[in-house]
C-alpha cells in the first residue's frame, strides 16, 4: 500500500475478506471475493468480561461446533486482545482465562514501548475483530474458529515505513482452584482439577518462541523481532486448542492461513440466501438481520460430539448452566431450521438423540457428555420425522431419510404402545416411572395448566399415562403418520405409503370428534375413560390447525378464538395460555402464559394453512417488531411476555432462533 488508510483498510477486509498469511510471518495474499459473505456486523452485542469463573451475564462467541468461547472487552477497556475463553464443558461451564492475545509491542532497535489507541471493534459472522493505530502502524486482531478444537487470533500488521519490532502474546487465565499451567516445548498447557480436559495456548510457526510465566500470566514471544517493509503486511497466529478428554482425544493439526480461508467459504455458505428473507409487514433490511441473528445463535450453541455425544448438536442455551447437552424437541426444531443453512449439523442434530434410541424404539428426553446423567424418565412430543422431512426438502438426501426411516417408525409406534392407555388409537403423556411431573415434562410444556388436575395411571412395566389424551401430542402424531408416508414414498416404500396414509384418515376422524368442542369452538385434552374435556385455553388448540387435522370449520372457530384479544391476540400474540384464564402468568408462568415461540410459529403457520394469510402475516409482523430489542442488538429470550414483549428466562435461546429463521421464510416452509 502507497497510503495507509485505517477506514479503507477496514472497509477492504471487512467486504472482500482478511487477507491471508502463511503459517507463521510472510507477505500476504488477497481472498477471493466471491467466497465472501456480505458483512452483517455486530447484530449482537458481544462485549463482557466476566466478574467470577461462572459469570454468563454477557453474550459470548462460539463457532464451529468448539466447547470453548470468547468475547470482546467492554468498550471501555483499551488494553489489546478478547475476553476468554469460557469453557462450556468444565463443570457445566467457566472461564479459563481473563484475557487472550493481548499485544505487548516495542521496538526492537530503542525498545521503546509501542502504545496503541483502540480503533474499532466488532462481532462478525464468523468472527470477533479489533483493529489499533499508532504512529505509523496498523493493527488488526481477528479471532476465529479453525474447527471444534482450535481458536485461532490472527494479527495482522502493516506499517508506513520499514521498521523491526519485538512482539509479544500475553494471556492470563483466570484463578480456578486446583488449575495449573506448565510450559512444553514453547506452549502453556492449563490443566484443570477433576478433569482430563486441557487448554493449550501457542505461537504458530517453526520457530515456537520464548515463553514467561508468572502466575496467572504468561507471555509467549517469537524468538527473533519482526521486520515490517514499507505498506506491507504481515500476519502472525496465536491459538488455543482445547481438548476435552486427553485420554481419547486428538485433536488434527491446523494450517491456519487454509483454515481462514474455510473459514469465510462457510459463513459465505450459511448466508448465500439471507437477501430471500422476507416477512410481510417487516422492512427487508430488518427481517434480513432477525434471520442472521437467529442463525447466529444456532450455530454459537453449536457443540462437537465429545464425550458420551456422539454426534455434534445444539444445545439449548450457552446462558444458561442448566443446558450442557442435547434436548430432544428442541433438536427436532433446531434441525427443521438448519437444514436451511447448515444441512450437515442439522442431520448430526437428529442423529445425537437416536444415538441413544431404546430397544424399545423411544428416544430419551435429553443426553449429555456424560450418559449416565441422560434422562429416560420421559420422551419429548414427536416431531421428529417432521424434522427429518423438512431436511429432506431442503437437501434431497434420499440416503439420509433410508438411515433414519425404520428409527423413526420404531419411535412413532412406541407411542402407541406405551402410551395409550385405553387402545383406543389416541395417546397420552406419560413418564416411565410413574411420576407427575416426568409425564408433564414430557409434553414440552412443563407446569401447563391443562395438567394441574391430571393423576397417573399404569400401562405396563415402565409405561405410565397422565389420564388425559393430549390433543398436540396427536396432533403431532397425525401429521408423523403423514410425514411417514411421504418419506415412505421417497424410499420406494408404496405399501407402507398406503398404510400410513390409512392410518391418518382414522386418526383424523378420532381427533376431530373427540377433541374438539363445539360450543368452546376450540380443541382441548380429552379425559380418559368419558367424554368430559379439559377446558384449558393453551397453545395446544392450534396444534390440530398445524397439522392439517381440523376440518375447514373447525379451523374457522379455532381462528377466531386465536384472533380474539381477550384471549391470544395479544400486543405479543400467541401466548400459551389464554389472557383471560385466571392462572394466567406471563412472567413468572413459564408455561402458563409467556409466549414461546415455537408455539407460536405454529399458530402462525395454522392460520396460514386455512387460508388465514393476513391474519398469520399480521401476527407474524407483531411477534418480530414487539419483541422488545429483537430488531436491535438484544439476544433472543427463551419466551416473552405476550403483553410487553419483554424477554425472559435463557438468553440466547435455540428454539427461539429457529422458530424465528423458519418465520422469517414468510410462509415458504
Known sequence: MKHFSIRHRRIALLVLGLALAGANVQAAAPVNSAAQAAPILDVLDMHGTPKNPTDRSFNIFFDAGAWHGYSLPPVSDPASGFTGPFVHSLSGGQ?????????????AVSHQKVTLTPVESHAGPGYLMRSYAAPGLAVQQTLFFADSWHAVVKI???????????????NRAMTLQGARLAVTDGQVMQTFAHSRSTLTTRLHGEDAGRVTLKGSDYQIAPSA???????????????????YDTGKDTPPAVDDSAAWRANRERWAGYLKDVSSHHLQGVPDNVAQRVAVKAMLTLLGN???????????????????????????????????ALAHFAPDLARDQMRAMFDYQGADGMV???VYLDKAENNWRDTKPPLATWA?????????????VADMYDKLVRYHRWWFAARDHDHNGLAEYGSTDGTRIAAAWESGMDNAVRFDAAVMVKNGEGAWSLNQES???????YREKLDLAELAQVLGKTAEHDAWQQEAASMKAAIQQRMF???????????????????????????PLWAGVASDDQARAVSKVMRDPNKFATVMPLPTLAKDDPHFSPIKGYWRGPVWLDQSYFGVEALRRYGYRDQADEMARQLVLHAQGLTQQAPMYENYDPLSGHGYQSLNFSWSAASYFLLMQGGRQ
Open 225 to 243: 523481532p519482526l521486520t515490517l517493509k514499507p505498506g506491507e503486511t504481515i500476519s502472525v497466529f496465536v491459538d488455543q486448542t482445547l481438548v
Open 517 to 543: 368442542d363445539p360450543a368452546a369452538g376450540y380443541f382441548f385434552d380429552a379425559r380418559l375413560g368419558s367424554d368430559q374435556r379439559v377446558r384449558v385455553y393453551g397453545s395446544e388448540g392450534w396444534a
Open 364 to 366: 430419551p428426553d435429553c
Open 156 to 170: 495482522d500488521l502493516t506499517s508506513t515505513d520499514a521498521r523491526t519490532m519485538d512482539l509479544s502474546i500475553a
Open 388 to 400: 427429518v422431512l423438512a431436511i429432506y426438502h431442503q437437501t434431497g438426501d434420499r440416503a439420509f
Open 95 to 107: 472461564w479459563a482465562g481473563a484475557r487472550f492475545a493481548q499485544l505487548v509491542m516495542s521496538d
Open 471 to 477: 390433543v398436540d401430542l396427536n396432533a403431532y402424531l
Open 302 to 336: 453449536w457443540r462437537a460430539a465429545r464425550g458420551d455425544l456422539h454426534h455434534d448438536g445444539v444445545i439449548p442455551s450457552y446462558s444458561n448452566p442448566d443446558f450442557n447437552g442435547f434436548w430432544a424437541w428442541d433438536s427436532w426444531k433446531h434441525a427443521a
